[in-house]
């Protein structure tokens, strides 16, 4: 394994980390701990496989072995206000601003770890399946129905913030809206 190898993927690492977590400090002990575990187990790397792959692999099991040893995540209802005041408030400032990060935060850890490596990161489905070592029906799965809620959540957020609510598009034979990325 090459320094330089590794040090390319630093910043989905990063990003990928702080949109798992939640939080700048933990997302930056993530990769520490992920570019260490790397480091240890650089044996079981194997020349001419995806690096990218086995380095995010290695980050999402560590979060995993992390998470199992806190306290369970609550996943907050969209539609309970008082659960929607325990997350914190968009840096932004702007009342009428989408808060995209809150609202991954409300995702279970299983779609938003899927909807970020798909988005965030534009890794293919049998890549995502491979890294989170779930079938590729299952990275579908979770994707769809974490654009849903996200989909949902926003529309939401867009009424609270004093607009009118977008009609949602009619579907086209089986294509879904178009969502925009975000880097």
Known sequence: MDRAQVLDHLPGLRRYARMLTGDRWA????????LERACRKWLLWRTGT???AWLFTLMHNLYLNQRRGAPPLQVLDPH?????????????????????ERCLQRLPADQRAVLLLVTLED????EVAQVLQVPIGTVMSRLSRARSRMR?????????????????PAP??????ALRRLK
Do not use: I, K
């Open 27 to 34: 997302a930056d002990d993530l990769v520490q701990d992920t």
């Open 50 to 52: 995806d690096l990218r």
């Open 80 to 100: 309970d206000s008082a659960a929607a005041d325990q997350l914190p408030a968009a840096a932004t400032g702007h009342d009428t601003a989408l808060d995209l």
């Open 123 to 126: 890794m293919p489905y049998a």
């Open 152 to 168: 949902d959540w926003m529309m939401d957020g867009a009424t609270e913030a004093g607009g009118s609510r977008p009609a949602r």
């Open 172 to 177: 086209t034979h089986g294509s879904p809206p």
